[in-house]
Nanobody, 126 residues
Framework: QVQLVESGGGSVQAGGSLTLSCAAS????????VAWFRQAPGAEREGVAT????????NYAASVKDRFTISQDNAKKTFDLQMNNLQPEDAATYYC???????????????????WGQGILVTVSS
């Protein structure tokens, strides 16, 4: 049973930073695509960043590129999302997601994912 548990959300002022963490259990670490998504009230869910667990290759949505960084800790089986220069439009509930994949080509923020965390709230004040 794959389980994903997010932590690290909270409130921050515009221009500030926050790091989210996703603790994963129940799946083989290699050969998976792990993603961070977000959804603001009234908006569609948006894929933010992905990491291919086998080689650590990453992909980002254009809206967060150069501000957000996704990383993995193989020993702890955690996946972090470092968010810098946060803006009010970044406020949302953030979700961790995971799925097996056949390679880094298929690991991107626009694909479907089988496993999801419960979500964690990030608020950004102007």
């Amino acid at each position: 049973q794959v389980q994903l548990v997010e932590s690290g959300g909270g409130s921050v002022q515009a221009g500030g930073s926050l790091t989210l963490s996703c603790a994963a259990s129940g799946f083989t670490f290699s050969g998976n695509c792990v993603a961070w998504f977000r959804q603001a009230p009234g908006a569609e869910r948006e894929g933010v960043a992905t990491i291919y667990t086998t080689d650590g290759s990453t992909n980002y949505a254009a809206s967060v590129k150069d501000r957000f960084t996704i990383s993995q800790d193989n020993a702890k089986k955690t996946f972090d999302l470092q968010m810098n220069n946060l803006q009010p439009e970044d406020a949302a509930t953030y979700y961790c997601a995971a799925d097996s994949t056949g390679g880094s080509y298929f690991c991107n923020p626009y694909r479907d994912f089988e496993y999801w965390g419960q979500g964690i709230l990030v608020t950004v004040s102007s």
